[in-house]
């Protein structure tokens, strides 16, 4: 039970991968957006498969009503296993893929910072100067790291994006203090995914 879902938090562990791997800006903004959609997604798919279960044993209507009180229920339950802090991020996320979607700007940015870090130096795939270049770091003329330029990006949300007042609430209280890196959001939000989907299948399948 809860395939599906469990199918959307892998599409997301996909594009969390791959915003990981880019520096690039355009790269960074649309990978972060198909990590929203796929997220919403997790939530759709869970809420379905409530609903497919609920409608073998009760009348449409009923099932309906049933499948709200059932979701609801758990996705409270599980709301309360996690921190306020993660739970404003899960919240935030959720909605910005609405304001993704539906309103007429966007409501987040990905604001670059480029750090030095050091790396081991490229080896020679050819192996005679693979030979000369580890003789050069032996001797000290040549050092075994090298320092590059790496950029990563910060996540700012528009506090001002949702019409709701609550989500702008919400989008202020996530706003406070320092800026999170975009990966190390996309990271809790994807763990948090899975801990949902989890709760399901460890609190709903068997009632079904």
């Known amino acids: 039970m809860f395939e599906k879902a469990q199918r959307k938090v892998a599409e997301c562990t996909f594009f969390l991968r791959q915003l990981r791997e880019t520096q690039d800006p355009d790269a960074t903004e649309f990978f972060f957006n198909a990590l929203l959609n796929a997220g919403k997604n997790v939530v759709n798919a869970l809420r379905a498969q409530v609903h497919s279960c609920e409608r073998t044993?009760?009348?449409?209507?009923?099932?309906?009503?049933?499948?709200?009180?059932?979701?609801?229920?758990?996705?409270?339950?599980?709301k309360r296993t996690i921190t306020g802090s993660r739970a404003t991020l899960f919240d935030v996320l959720q909605a910005l893929r609405d304001i993704e979607m539906h309103a007429d700007s966007s409501g987040v940015r990905h604001l670059p910072k480029t750090e030095e870090r050091r790396q081991p130096r490229s080896v020679p795939s050819d192996s005679?100067?693979?030979?000369?270049?580890?003789?050069?770091?032996?001797?000290?003329?040549?050092?075994?790291?090298?320092?590059?330029?790496?950029?990563?990006?910060?996540?700012?949300?528009?506090?001002?994006?949702?019409?709701?007042?609550?989500?702008?609430?919400?989008?202020?209280?996530?706003?406070?203090?320092?800026?999170?890196?975009s990966v190390e959001v996309a990271t809790t939000y994807t763990g948090l995914l899975d801990s949902l989907v989890a709760y399901f299948i460890a609190?709903?399948?068997g009632t079904c």
């Open 57 to 78: 044993r009760l009348p449409s209507d009923q099932a309906t009503v049933k499948t709200e009180q059932s979701y609801d229920h758990h996705f409270k339950a599980w």
């Open 203 to 205: 609190h709903y399948a």
């Open 128 to 181: 005679h100067y693979a030979a000369i270049f580890a003789s050069y770091i032996a001797m000290g003329v040549l050092s075994a790291d090298v320092t590059v330029p790496t950029t990563s990006y910060d996540l700012r949300v528009d506090a001002a994006a949702p019409s709701k007042r609550r989500v702008q609430a919400l989008f202020k209280q996530f706003a406070k203090g320092k800026q999170k890196p």
